[in-house]
């Protein structure tokens, strides 16, 4: 075979060689093909499962934040319980007094029971022991001290307030309290005591001290000359009782004031009620007698018959001439006497005499002496039964022009002044000393003050057979 026809075989051959792998390959990608179309459905399915898994609607939303909240929740309730625990168990073991507490504007944090009863008896002696000078503008009038209103104050509450804050409720109220506390200061509030009546009785005296005070329509019913007199009342200073009351406690509760300015107002006078004059004057007339039945024996009183025109008491106090301030209207009273009076029917139960008292004044002192003579008037002849209460003021009653009295010396506001009566409280104090001497029960006795000019005596009768007559 020669060269050329070697040449031109092997080139045929490598041609179906050739021709061969390309079938192959036509085969192969033929195949892979066929594969490739098979398996992307499969991938491209498995990629749109992935899609629907991490795809969430709005309700799963909202169910996943919940449940995320609740846990989150729960977790700081728990905390919050592990904290209060502790600081309830912290809590229990202070016995002292909590933070941020203050009393009388001290910090008292930390302080014992003893230290803080400590703190409040000395503060209580110096309230106790406190003077108030009461200024009308710039005029004392008076002084008045913490023993006339028996104030003091109240160690044992203010103790258990001050020692109890944080204790006395139950656990949640009281760890609350004190957590507050820490971010507020506490001031606790101080209790106090006080006479009521002693009270009253002593914004009575600061009224009648005022100077140029204001005096409503008054009356007075003279038994003695069987008159209903009326006084009429007089434009002037006054003050708020209500007001002056709150202003003369806060005064002794500030340790550090010791003065109090009245807040002084001037008024009109109020009219006198007619119709209530005469349901508290008008009464029957009522025979004395004696109950033997009882044991003691009682004895009862006659009682003398009053009564009055109110129409025509009416219009004398209506017309013009009776409406000037301070005049004295003297009105007459029917008067209706009892059948039976006690002097009748008790001579035969007593006749001794249980004491005696005998006090002197100058009778040169002519007003003085007028003053005494009236006074002793209305009790000359007075019976007190047994079992029955006599007032001296009540049997004195106004002293005033219409009754005869004249202006003589007498104290008021620490001083000593012309006032109608003067002199009079001899006879009280005589008649205090009889009483003593008689074994008598002494119900109610004012002494003679430089900040008072009343003086009075009651006493109860106690004596069974034997009666008191002055």
Request: glycine share 4%; proline share 2%; hydrophobic share 35%.
């Given at each position: 075979?020669?060269?050329?026809?070697?040449?031109?075989?092997?080139?045929?051959?490598?041609?179906?060689?050739?021709?061969?792998?390309?079938?192959?390959?036509?085969?192969?990608?033929?195949?892979?093909?066929?594969?490739?179309?098979?398996?992307?459905?499969?991938?491209?399915?498995?990629?749109?499962?992935?899609?629907?898994?991490?795809?969430?609607?709005?309700?799963?939303?909202?169910?996943?934040?919940?449940?995320?909240?609740?846990?989150?929740?729960?977790?700081?309730?728990?905390?919050?319980?592990?904290?209060?625990?502790?600081?309830?168990?912290?809590?229990?073991?202070?016995?002292?007094?909590?933070?941020?507490?203050?009393?009388?504007?001290?910090?008292?944090?930390?302080?014992?029971?003893?230290?803080?009863?400590?703190?409040?008896?000395?503060?209580?002696?110096?309230?106790?022991?406190?003077?108030?000078?009461?200024?009308?503008?710039?005029?004392?009038?008076?002084?008045?001290?913490?023993?006339?209103?028996?104030?003091?104050?109240?160690?044992?509450?203010?103790?258990?307030?001050?020692?109890?804050?944080?204790?006395?409720?139950?656990?949640?109220?009281?760890?609350?309290?004190?957590?507050?506390?820490?971010?507020?200061?506490?001031?606790?509030?101080?209790?106090?005591?006080?006479?009521?009546?002693?009270?009253?009785?002593?914004?009575?005296?600061?009224?009648?001290?005022?100077?140029?005070?204001?005096?409503?329509?008054?009356?007075?019913?003279?038994?003695v000359n069987n008159k209903l007199v009326i006084t009429r009342g007089k434009t002037g200073n006054s003050m708020n009782y209500n007001e002056e009351k709150e202003n003369l406690l806060n005064t002794f509760k500030d340790i550090d004031n010791q003065k109090l300015v009245l807040n002084i107002q001037e008024r009109k006078p109020n009219e006198l009620d007619v119709d209530k004059v005469y349901r508290e004057v008008k009464r029957e007339a009522k025979d004395a007698y004696v109950d033997e039945s009882s044991k003691p024996i009682k004895f009862v009183a006659e009682v003398v018959g009053l009564d009055f025109d109110v129409s025509e008491l009416k219009q004398v106090l209506n017309s013009s001439e009776n409406k000037q301030e301070g005049k004295v209207i003297e009105f007459p009273l029917k008067v209706t006497e009892p059948n039976v009076k006690l002097t009748d029917i008790t001579s035969k139960y007593y006749n001794d005499k249980l004491s005696g008292k005998t006090?002197?004044?100058?009778?040169?002192?002519?007003?003085?002496?007028?003053?005494?003579?009236?006074?002793?008037?209305?009790?000359?002849?007075?019976?007190?039964?047994?079992?029955?209460?006599?007032?001296?003021?009540?049997?004195?009653?106004?002293?005033?022009?219409?009754?005869?009295?004249?202006?003589?010396?007498?104290?008021?506001?620490?001083?000593?002044?012309?006032?109608?009566?003067?002199?009079?409280?001899?006879?009280?104090?005589?008649?205090?000393?009889?009483?003593?001497?008689?074994?008598?029960?002494?119900?109610?006795?004012?002494?003679?003050?430089?900040?008072?000019?009343?003086?009075?005596?009651?006493?109860?009768?106690?004596?069974?057979?034997?009666?008191?007559?002055?």
């Amino acid at each position: 075979m020669s060269k050329e026809e070697n040449l031109n075989e092997k080139a045929t051959h490598d041609e179906n060689i050739k021709e061969i792998k390309e079938k192959e390959m036509i085969n192969k990608d033929a195949k892979d093909l066929v594969v490739e179309k098979k398996s992307k459905p499969e991938k491209r399915l498995g990629a749109f499962e992935d899609s629907v898994t991490k795809f969430e609607t709005p309700q799963e939303k909202r169910n996943r934040k919940i449940r995320l909240i609740v846990i989150w929740t729960l977790a700081v309730i728990f905390a919050i319980f592990i904290l209060f625990g502790v600081i309830v168990c912290i809590n229990k073991l202070n016995d002292k007094v909590y933070k941020n507490v203050y009393l009388f504007g001290q910090d008292v944090s930390g302080m014992t029971k003893e230290q803080i009863e400590e703190i409040l008896n000395v503060v209580n002696n110096e309230i106790k022991n406190k003077k108030i000078s009461v200024y009308q503008d710039t005029n004392e009038i008076l002084v008045v001290t913490a023993e006339e209103l028996d104030l003091k104050l109240d160690v044992a509450k203010t103790l258990t307030d001050t020692v109890g804050f944080g204790r006395v409720d139950n656990m949640f109220i009281n760890n609350f309290k004190i957590l507050m506390a820490l971010a507020k200061p506490v001031s606790i509030e101080v209790s106090y005591t006080y006479d009521e009546t002693k009270l009253d009785n002593v914004l009575k005296n600061i009224d009648l001290t005022i100077k140029d005070r204001a005096v409503d329509d008054s009356y007075s019913v003279d038994e003695v000359n069987n008159k209903l007199v009326i006084t009429r009342g007089k434009t002037g200073n006054s003050m708020n009782y209500n007001e002056e009351k709150e202003n003369l406690l806060n005064t002794f509760k500030d340790i550090d004031n010791q003065k109090l300015v009245l807040n002084i107002q001037e008024r009109k006078p109020n009219e006198l009620d007619v119709d209530k004059v005469y349901r508290e004057v008008k009464r029957e007339a009522k025979d004395a007698y004696v109950d033997e039945s009882s044991k003691p024996i009682k004895f009862v009183a006659e009682v003398v018959g009053l009564d009055f025109d109110v129409s025509e008491l009416k219009q004398v106090l209506n017309s013009s001439e009776n409406k000037q301030e301070g005049k004295v209207i003297e009105f007459p009273l029917k008067v209706t006497e009892p059948n039976v009076k006690l002097t009748d029917i008790t001579s035969k139960y007593y006749n001794d005499k249980l004491s005696g008292k005998t006090t002197y004044f100058d009778a040169s002192q002519t007003a003085r002496a007028n003053n005494l003579e009236i006074a002793l008037n209305y009790l000359n002849g007075k019976i007190v039964m047994p079992g029955e209460t006599f007032s001296y003021n009540d049997a004195i009653g106004d002293t005033t022009v219409a009754k005869g009295y004249m202006a003589a010396a007498t104290f008021k506001g620490g001083t000593v002044v012309n006032e109608l009566g003067g002199g009079i409280c001899q006879t009280t104090s005589t008649l205090y000393d009889a009483v003593l001497m008689a074994n008598l029960e002494i119900v109610e006795r004012h002494q003679h003050r430089t900040s008072c000019w009343i003086c009075t005596t009651k006493f109860r009768c106690n004596s069974i057979f034997s009666c008191v007559r002055f």
